[in-house]
């Protein structure tokens, strides 16, 4: 138990940028995953903490840059049509046999990468290839983070629909940076999971179903507080910055009755039930064997490229901004 605390105050004292789920918070989530694992996984993780940390946000570097990332983060759940939640199909091959591929990745496809995420780490556990056990962990973590996210599940993903432009940002980096040290992280132990397919789909359904509070509760603060105390500036770096006050933010926050921290935790331990679920399933292999294990220039070099890549942004992170509902 000391272990989880030292590692909390860690994460929450090191300077984190924050965008998205925030960069903040998707490093959290993967770093208390970590303590979630078995003796025979902890040793290897724990070890190579600070790259599971650190490179949680390399998908969200790549978005930018590769084109076809994007539709990876996310899934657009409401085009499909009422009640769509329940009724898409939760593996690929029949949701392709519904809808073409083209449009399954034309709005998003979070739940279905994942599978393939895991079946990717499952791989790499089963050949003992450290690099790949590393770099998939972290960005299944990503993505299994993503799919808890409620506006991750939606096309009106920024409020951009609805007369709320920011709340992404709001919900996901706001709320995090200001209150995660306040969450309780501790979730027990990773567990196997029989059906990894509908536990991701679980996590979107329960994400989705959360949506209206997401919206509602960020009307009903904003007219309660007024538009005068829904903004503050801070100084960043050697900027100065648009944010949402500290008032509204913690009224908000209080609003939706715990929401961002239940899924930040169901993500923490997702994640590590996922990682779990890839070691048995490669047979159980000895990763303490790999715990000396270095990265080759080679994939440093690859992983500065993307750092750089994010800085020029080429691609937009969302290629779809309509609320038009598809015709089957």
Same mark, same amino acid.
């Given at each position: 138990m000391?272990?989880?605390?030292i590692? !909390?105050?860690?994460i929450?004292?090191s300077?984190?940028?924050?965008?998205?789920?925030?960069f903040?918070?998707?490093?959290?989530?993967?770093?208390?995953?970590v303590?979630?694992?078995?003796?025979?996984? %902890?040793?290897?993780?724990?070890?190579n903490?600070?790259?599971i940390?650190?490179?949680?946000?390399?998908?969200?570097?790549?978005?930018?840059? %590769?084109?076809? /990332?994007?539709?990876?983060?996310?899934?657009?759940?409401?085009?499909?049509?009422? $009640?769509?939640?329940?009724?898409?199909?939760?593996y690929?091959?029949?949701?392709?046999?519904?809808? *073409?591929?083209d449009?399954?990745k034309? +709005?998003?496809?979070?739940p279905?990468?994942v #599978?393939?995420?895991?079946?990717?780490?499952?791989?790499?556990?089963?050949?003992?290839?450290?690099?790949? %056990?590393?770099?998939?962990?972290?960005?299944?973590?990503? +993505?299994?983070?993503?799919?808890?996210v409620?506006?991750h599940?939606t *096309?009106n993903?920024n409020g951009? !629909?609805?007369?709320?432009?920011?709340i992404?940002?709001?919900?996901e980096s706001? !709320?995090?940076?200001?209150?995660?040290?306040?969450?309780?992280?501790?979730v027990?132990?990773a567990?196997y999971?029989?059906?990894?397919?509908?536990?991701?789909?679980?996590?979107?359904t329960?994400?989705?179903?959360? @949506?209206?509070?997401?919206f509602?509760? /960020?009307?009903?603060? $904003? &007219?309660? @507080?007024?538009?005068?105390?829904?903004?503050?500036? /801070?100084?960043?770096g050697?900027?100065?910055?648009?944010?949402?006050?500290?008032?509204?933010?913690?009224a908000?926050?209080?609003?939706m009755?715990?929401m961002?921290?239940?899924?930040?935790?169901?993500?923490?331990?997702?994640?590590?039930?996922f990682?779990?679920?890839?070691?048995?399933?490669?047979g159980?292999?000895?990763?303490?064997?790999?715990?000396?294990? /270095?990265?080759?220039?080679?994939?440093?070099?690859?992983?500065?490229? #993307?750092?750089?890549?994010w800085?020029?942004?080429?691609?937009? *992170?969302?290629? &779809? #901004?309509?609320?038009?509902? !598809?015709?089957?």
């Amino acid at each position: 138990m000391k272990s989880h605390f030292i590692a !909390l105050a860690l994460i929450l004292s090191s300077p984190v940028k924050t965008n998205f789920w925030g960069f903040y918070a998707h490093q959290l989530i993967n770093r208390m995953a970590v303590f979630t694992l078995p003796v025979e996984m %902890i040793g290897f993780y724990k070890h190579n903490i600070q790259y599971i940390t650190e490179n949680a946000v390399n998908p969200d570097r790549r978005r930018y840059a %590769i084109k076809e /990332e994007a539709a990876r983060h996310y899934i657009d759940i409401d085009v499909y049509g009422d $009640s769509a939640v329940y009724k898409l199909p939760r593996y690929w091959n029949e949701a392709v046999k519904v809808y *073409s591929e083209d449009t399954l990745k034309a +709005y998003g496809i979070v739940p279905w990468h994942v #599978e393939v995420m895991r079946y990717r780490l499952t791989d790499a556990m089963r050949i003992m290839d450290g690099e790949a %056990i590393l770099r998939l962990s972290a960005d299944l973590g990503h +993505y299994i983070a993503d799919a808890n996210v409620p506006l991750h599940t939606t *096309s009106n993903y920024n409020g951009q !629909l609805s007369g709320q432009d920011g709340i992404h940002g709001l919900w996901e980096s706001r !709320l995090t940076e200001l209150f995660a040290n306040e969450y309780n992280f501790f979730v027990g132990k990773a567990q196997y999971l029989d059906y990894p397919q509908l536990v991701i789909w679980q996590g979107v359904t329960q994400a989705h179903l959360a @949506l209206d509070t997401v919206f509602a509760a /960020e009307k009903q603060v $904003s &007219h309660r @507080l007024g538009a005068d105390k829904k903004y503050t500036f /801070e100084t960043r770096g050697n900027q100065t910055v648009k944010a949402y006050s500290y008032p509204f933010s913690k009224a908000y926050h209080e609003a939706m009755q715990d929401m961002v921290e239940r899924q930040m935790v169901r993500s923490v331990k997702m994640v590590g039930d996922f990682w779990y679920t890839c070691w048995i399933d490669a047979g159980q292999p000895d990763l303490d064997r790999l715990i000396e294990f /270095e990265f080759s220039q080679e994939e440093l070099d690859k992983r500065k490229q #993307e750092l750089e890549d994010w800085k020029n942004k080429q691609y937009k *992170s969302r290629p &779809h #901004e309509t609320g038009e509902q !598809l015709e089957r």
